[in-house]
């Protein structure tokens, strides 16, 4: 087994050493390229390209090593330091400066990129030196060919004429430290521990078609061969070392497996003894089966008697919601009812202070019209006035007349009875009315007479109405 496993190692060292060593030459012409088409579906959405680099050629104004065209310049690469683009991005355009090495010398290139970053990074010689953001969301466009050795239109301007060595494409974003590993390990390195995402191979590329002038070259010479093939039996070295081990640890667990045979040996005997004791406890399960069937007959019938219960609580339920009902209808009317009796007893309470205060301005009428009575010492005319004194003595006709005069007889405020008259009538009975005055002639004379207001009414018709009276019957003023 020993001997198999060192023959599997070793074959893949020597079978490589055909292919994976070998560099290819790009002459001046701009007919000096490789292409085909090729599925980048595994680089949609994040890819590696890592190769090495020989500037030779220096009259193209832009040369490019690797173009890959699908609706525009989705990935651009040259060996100057001038293309260096990916989806379609140009913001590490023009970075010249940044390839320092002689022309003639090999370089590694290495640039990175995924649309979960929208970071491009551009590796020379393993290092970190420029980096630039892409579009959000931007990925690869398929459907494109690949080109080496210029651009897909063959301008003259951008022939490489150089060489190129181990171009692969990888569809991850590798780690600074693999780029590091891959730099360091120069020419001679070998990809096989990449051979999970190194998808384009340089391999696969070698064995495509060519035009024009582009041949192989042999890298590493046959002394750095030889070297790698030591590394690599040194590698299987340590690999059937640790074979032998494994190989010890196997024989451990041989022995363990006996041990787990014998226990289960053991588990099986006390597995026959639970056997009867399971068959008891099956008999004691249909027994209970039974008592369970019982019991799921008398639930039903509970479950019967609950429906009618619940049935008849409905009923409750519904003639509840319709007394609720009546009570609330109920309680709306009360509201309405007593709002109206409010408002009636504020009615009643605004008629009953009027009645108070009507009572007692009658009160005080009365008492002005006892006080009044003997009018022998009457002087002030509000009191003759009082209208229940004029409703009781005067006819109606006049008790209306005289009361229109109740403003005009508040300027006399301060006169006596005779004057206040007296100047009411000339101020207001020029062209008397002969009933009103005499009603008022005969009334007064009659409750007058002796007062000092007789003679006053007497001594005021005697002088004002004695030749000017409009009256059919003349009344006689001094009866």
Request: glycine share 6%; with cysteine.
């Amino acid at each position: 087994m020993f001997l198999l496993f060192l023959c599997i190692i070793y074959l893949p060292v020597v079978a490589s050493t055909d292919k994976q060593y070998t560099a290819l030459h790009f002459g001046t012409s701009n007919s000096d390229y490789i292409s085909f088409n090729y599925d980048m579906a595994p680089f949609r959405d994040s890819l590696s390209i890592c190769t090495w680099i020989k500037r030779i050629y220096t009259s193209s104004s832009y040369p490019v090593v690797f173009h890959y065209y699908a609706s525009g310049h989705e990935i651009l690469i040259g060996p100057d330091g001038y293309h260096n683009r990916v989806v379609g991005d140009t913001g590490l355009e023009n970075r010249r400066n940044l390839v320092t090495v002689p022309v003639g010398t090999w370089f590694s290139y290495c640039i990175t990129w995924s649309v979960a970053s929208t970071t491009i990074k551009l590796y020379l010689d393993g290092d970190l030196v420029a980096t630039d953001q892409t579009a959000s969301g931007r990925r690869l466009t398929m459907g494109g060919q690949l080109w080496f050795g210029g651009l897909y239109s063959r301008n003259s301007g951008h022939v490489f004429g150089g060489d190129l060595y181990q171009f692969n494409v990888y569809s991850n974003v590798l780690e600074s430290a693999e780029i590091k590993k891959i730099a360091d390990g120069g020419l001679c390195f070998d990809l096989e521990e990449f051979s999970d995402t190194r998808i384009l191979r340089w391999e696969d590329i070698l064995d495509r078609s060519r035009s024009g002038s582009v041949s192989e070259v042999e890298v590493c010479t046959r002394n750095e061969l030889i070297t790698r093939l030591r590394e690599s039996q040194e590698k299987v070295a340590n690999v059937t070392g640790r074979l032998n081990g494994t190989e010890a640890q196997l024989s451990r667990s041989e022995e363990k497996v006996e041990t787990l045979a014998n226990l289960l040996n053991s588990t099986q005997e006390e597995l026959d003894s639970s056997q009867l004791s399971f068959t008891e406890a099956k008999k004691q399960l249909n027994v209970t089966n039974e008592k369970l069937v019982t019991t799921e007959e008398e639930l039903k019938g509970v479950t019967s008697d609950l429906e009618e219960v619940t049935a008849e609580l409905e009923g409750v339920t519904a003639e509840l919601e319709e007394v609720t009902a009546d009570m609330n209808r109920t309680e709306t009317s009360l509201e309405t009812v007593t709002g109206d009796l409010n408002s009636t007893q504020a009615e009643l309470g605004a008629v009953s202070d009027h009645l108070e205060t009507c009572s007692t301005g009658l009160k005080d009428i009365g008492r002005k019209f006892k006080d009044s009575r003997t009018f022998h010492n009457v002087t002030r005319w509000d009191v003759l006035l009082t209208p229940p004194y004029f409703n009781k003595v005067f006819s109606n006709e006049l008790f209306r007349k005289l009361t229109t005069s109740w403003n005009m007889l508040e300027r006399f405020v301060g006169m006596n009875m005779t004057e206040g008259v007296i100047q009411h009538f000339r101020y207001f009975h020029r062209e008397p009315q002969c009933d009103v005055f005499e009603q008022l002639s005969h009334a007064m004379l009659e409750h007058f007479k002796g007062t000092e207001i007789t003679s006053g009414l007497i001594a005021h018709f005697k002088e004002t109405h004695t030749e000017e009276s409009e009256c059919e019957n003349d009344t006689d003023t001094e009866s």
